[in-house]
């Protein structure tokens, strides 16, 4: 049903059921918040998105007000704005105030509210709570002297990835952010996602910046400089330089990386033609055989995380293919080595997970977030949006719509699925779009040929125990199961761009970057793995069809990566 409000003396018309944050989003009119997050993270405690509503004494938290008929609601008034001021500048009065030095500065949203509202951030000047750093973990930094308590970490955490590593402890002005017994992170049940770090306001969780060994690699004179990108990077990477959400910038993010210094730039997405060929040839024989059901994908390193931690017993269905980024790095490896070259390698990936894989296998040198790959080029002094575009270099800039899609939630599974029903069958399926766009678990049954694969997607890891444990009762089978940690699968991953949330939902922003990465699939001449020529030239002439080099399966047994 629909109700007419007033806000800021103008008419509107909205839902019964919206709340007055929402009328005024969908109206196109600003209201800050901090805790509030969409369905996930709800409290109404930071007081920054008070509102004034006609007859009411007090002001009321628009995020958890709702709408009702002839509601005149006042968004900036005096009263308003000196109530927001006042509730900043006491959370600032608890912060750790050295923004210079924070990974966050110029990003961060208390920050940004300080500067809006004219706050005095020593107003309420006194104690402040202990600081205290934790990057014992091997992908997120906790700063507990820079956290406002918001609980967006604590709520994601627990309600979109089902791992529930950090939680509110203590009482009263010792409250805090921590772990279970208030241990370090490595030692919790955190995979390392870093989809804490993408709704953190502030520099209170912040990705482990190896930026400055990427800067070490590229000062070295004696060895070949590779850099290797997955596909979510170049629907993101723009973001960093105030482009459009979704942006596709593969030819400049080329480019850029070649004036940053690096001799080479390779594509990931030939890697995952590679473990398209080598995972659907898996579940083939899997299937033929009937054993070892269902066939994990084993392309995201924090759900690997996750199966470890989780369902220790389930580790020898997860695939035995490299990711991806492995994959890769451990082709050109061995390309430069078996030359006599000595190379060394940093990867670009949506990731914070991918800290820990390389950490664990040792192929590749460094790896770099999309964020810290903006980092870099602005450090180097380019201008981004002035970039001509370039092409990935050979032998490994080869890709096909099928290495590219592997970048959204689904498309490790079209992408093998293309390329099984083309073995299967010798018939080619460039589009599957029964895979395609999930809300959280999706299942599906395939024909190919005389055979029926049950298959389920998965993104966002609170999702999979449900399916992990009808697996185990018996109540169900699937052939295949692929699982991204991340909601909406790498193009939302814990290293891609910030976003404020404040602004656009995140269901949004993985829509649009999906789309970019879709488009491109859309516009290439080559969906289907089996005609990347440059894949089949490097298993004949590289390979020798010795698939040993990039089927090695990773375990993290030093306690180091937990």
Known sequence: MEVNIIIDGKKYVANSG?????????????????????DVNEPASCRVCVVEVEGMRNLVTSCSTKVREGMNIKTNSS???????????LLVSNHNKNCLNCSKNLKCSLQKLCEQYHCDTEKFAGECIASEVDDSNFAIVRDVSKCILCGKCVAVCAKKQGC???????????TKIGTAFDKPLNESSCVGCGQCVLVCPTGALTQKNDLS?????????????????APAVRVSIAEEFGEEIGTFAEGRMVSALKECGFDYVFDVNMGADFTVIEEANELIEKVTKNENLPLFTS????????????????EK???STKSPNEM???????????????????SVMPCTAKKREILARGTIDASMTTRELGELIKLKGINFSKLEDSKFDDPFGEYTGAGLIFGVTGGVTEAALRYAVYKLTGKKQDIIEDVRYSDGVKEVTVSIGDKKLKLAIIHGLANAPQVMEDIKAGKKHYDFIEVMACPGGCVNGGGQSFVDYSKIDVEEVIKKRSAAIYKADGD????????NAGVKKIYEDLLHNDHELIHKLFHYTDTKFN
């Open 18 to 38: 919206d709340t007055i944050l929402k009328a005024a989003k969908d109206n196109g009119i600003e209201i800050p918040t901090l805790c509030f997050l969409k």
């Open 317 to 319: 269905n997860l695939s």
């Open 164 to 174: 529930a590593a950090i939680s509110k402890i203590n009482r009263g002005f010792e």
């Open 328 to 346: 890769l790095g451990s082709l050109v490896k061995y390309y430069f080595e078996s030359q006599g070259k000595k190379v060394e390698i940093v």
């Open 213 to 229: 060994r990427v800067l070490s690699i590229l000062g070295k004179d004696d060895v070949i400089k590779v850099a290797q990108v």
């Open 79 to 89: 009263k308003v704005l000196e109530a927001r001021k006042t509730a900043i500048e």
């Open 299 to 314: 392309c995201c390193p924090a759900w690997f995380n996750y199966v470890q931690k989780n369902y220790p017993e389930f």
């Open 524 to 531: 290439m001449k080559f969906k289907n793995t089996d005609d």
